[in-house]
Structure formats: C-alpha cells, structure tokens
C-alpha cells in the first residue's frame, strides 16, 4: 500500500506560482500512476494532470495546459504539481491520488488519496 501527503498549499495573488507536492510512503512510488484532482465548494471533483509511472508521458485538463506542469521524482517517492499563472477560478482543494494500473482522468480509477491541502487564488 501506499500513503499520500500533499503540502505546498496556500493563499496567492492571481498570476501567482505555486509549487505542490505529494509524497508518498510504503511502497515504491514509482509502481504507481499518479494524478492531481482538485475540488471546489459546490462542484465536483475534477482531473488537473496526470502522470505516467517513468515521468515520460504526462496528460492535462485543458483548463490547465500551458499554466501547470506535473512531475515526479521517483528517488524522493515525491510527485509534484508546479501551478503558474493562477487565476481565481483555480481556488479549491487539491488532492494527490494514485493508482496500481493506468494513467486515467476518472476519480474512480484512483484508489490512493491524499487528504489534500487547499490552494486559494484572490483577484
């Protein structure tokens, strides 16, 4: 099994950075395919990025393409969210997940979370 902590979270002004970062612990992190979801007040838990067990291949939410990057560092069991050219609408709590089988964009593929740490972008 496997054990998620997010951290990084925190308050930024938009056309901020921030840099979050997942590590995990009990098994080898790099046997896992991990994402970042993210869920604001009232909505749905929604796909940000996902990444490939290697790092290799990486697969983003069109509202994120070209602003945040996700990487990982298999050495540290570490993968992390670098989030640029925030807007407000980026404002929710975002949750590190894993999985043992595919890089996939369901909620329901993932049966490894975080607790997730909230990020909050003001005008």
């Known amino acids: 099994q496997v054990q998620l902590v997010e951290s990084g979270g925190g308050l930024v002004q938009a056309g901020g950075s921030l840099r979050l970062s997942c590590a995990a612990s009990?098994?080898?992190?790099?046997?896992?395919?991990a994402a970042w979801f993210r869920q604001a007040p009232g909505k749905e838990r929604e796909f940000v990025a996902t990444i490939s067990r290697g790092g290799a291949n990486t697969v983003y939410a069109d509202s994120v393409k070209g602003r945040f990057t996700i990487f990982r560092d298999n050495d540290k069991n570490t993968v992390y969210l670098q989030m640029n050219t925030l807007r407000p609408e980026d404002t929710a709590v975002y949750y590190c997940?894993?999985?043992?089988?595919?890089?996939?964009?369901?909620?329901?593929?993932?049966?490894?979370w975080g607790q997730g740490t909230q990020v909050t972008v003001s005008s």
């Open positions: 009990g098994r080898t992190f790099g046997y896992y395919v």
């Open positions: 997940a894993a999985n043992e089988r595919t890089v996939a964009l369901s909620t329901r593929v993932y049966k490894h």
